[in-house]
């Protein structure tokens, strides 16, 4: 069993910068595709970014040059770090793990950007 632990979201400003990070249980982390999603309301829930363990990472078009995902298997955590952060990034973000055969979230971690 894998457990997924989000933190580090909050209430900033248009332009502000955030890092969420996610600390996973169990031993199956560092061979596993981490990724972040993020739900808006009212809306469907959509991947953000996403790096396999060899670290390869893809980003949804509308955060690419702002977020970056990084991974520290020491750590057994993945990180988002989140710049010029704007209002339509509102969203609960969530962490997942997934490697063949599992698929794991965290509880979600919320962000709201708001002058």
């Known amino acids: 069993q894998v457990q997924l632990v989000e933190s580090g979201g909050g209430l900033v400003q248009p332009g502000e910068s955030l890092r969420l990070s996610c600390a996973a249980s169990?031993?199956?982390?560092?061979?596993?595709?981490m990724g972040w999603y993020r739900q808006a309301p009212g809306k469907q829930r959509e991947l953000v970014a996403r790096?396999?363990?060899?670290?390869?990472?893809n980003y949804a078009d509308s955060v690419k040059g702002r977020f970056t995902i990084s991974r520290d298997n020491a750590k057994n955590t993945v990180y988002l770090q989140m710049n010029s952060l704007k209002s339509e990034d509102t969203a609960v973000y969530y962490c997942?793990?997934?490697?063949?055969?599992?698929?794991?979230w965290g509880k979600g971690t919320l962000v709201t950007v708001s002058s």
């Open positions: 997942n793990l997934y490697h063949p055969g599992l698929d794991y």
């Open positions: 169990g031993s199956i982390f560092s061979i596993s595709t």
């Open positions: 790096i396999v363990s060899g670290g390869n990472t």
